[in-house]
């Protein structure tokens, strides 16, 4: 269920801001094509584009992820080197060895203090106790269909083939 990431991911934090880290602890909703959520996004991607790759594509495969970060903390952060966590529904494909596309929807908390960290909720009948414990009520259903899926697997196709 958590997995530390490599530290250089600490460089992509400080590369998308030069602010310090924020201390508090409340969550907040992120609204999508807002600055906030849009970097939010962009360096969720960069860390499970490395994550995934580590754990599913050991031989080298690019891997692409499709993002959406609905919630962040502390609450009232304005940039994103501010964050201390971010909640965020992804959507990661490889190609498999017969060139087909394999795709993962997972939602991720990634904690940013010290070496960032992964959570993924676990697959089967811990699933939905892992959400209860990994993601703050922010109004978004993880367990339901994601209404947003098909977007993020047309973004995630398009950028695995290079359009």
Same mark, same amino acid.
């Given at each position: 269920?958590?997995?530390?990431?490599?530290?250089?991911?600490?460089?992509?934090?400080?590369?998308?801001?030069?602010?310090?880290?924020?201390?508090?602890?409340?969550?907040?909703?992120?609204?999508?094509?807002?600055?906030?959520?849009?970097?939010?996004?962009?360096? =969720?991607? &960069? /860390?499970?584009? $490395?994550?995934? @790759?580590?754990?599913?594509?050991?031989? !080298?495969?690019?891997?692409?992820?499709?993002?959406?970060?609905?919630?962040?903390?502390?609450?009232?952060?304005?940039? =994103?080197? &501010? /964050?201390?966590? $971010?909640?965020? @529904?992804?959507?990661?494909?490889?190609? !498999?060895?017969?060139?087909?596309?394999?795709?993962?929807?997972?939602?991720?908390?990634?904690?940013?203090?010290?070496?960032?960290?992964?959570?993924?909720?676990?697959?089967?009948?811990?699933?939905?106790?892992?959400?209860?414990?990994?993601?703050?009520?922010?109004?978004?259903?993880?367990?339901?269909?994601?209404?947003?899926?098909?977007?993020?697997?047309?973004?995630?196709?398009?950028?695995?083939?290079?359009?």
């Amino acid at each position: 269920m958590k997995r530390p990431l490599l530290y250089l991911l600490a460089a992509a934090l400080l590369a998308m801001s030069a602010a310090g880290c924020g201390d508090g602890v409340d969550a907040m909703p992120l609204r999508p094509g807002e600055a906030l959520t849009i970097d939010a996004d962009r360096l =969720v991607r &960069q /860390l499970m584009e $490395i994550d995934f @790759k580590d754990r599913t594509a050991p031989d !080298g495969a690019a891997v692409t992820c499709s993002v959406r970060s609905f919630g962040a903390a502390p609450e009232g952060a304005s940039n =994103v080197g &501010q /964050l201390t966590t $971010i909640w965020a @529904k992804t959507v990661c494909g490889a190609p !498999g060895p017969d060139g087909m596309l394999g795709m993962s929807m997972v939602p991720v908390k990634i904690t940013l203090a010290g070496q960032p960290e992964l959570f993924m909720p676990r697959d089967g009948a811990q699933y939905g106790d892992d959400l209860a414990k990994l993601f703050p009520d922010l109004g978004v259903d993880l367990a339901a269909e994601w209404p947003e899926f098909p977007a993020m697997r047309a973004e995630l196709e398009a950028r695995a083939s290079g359009r």
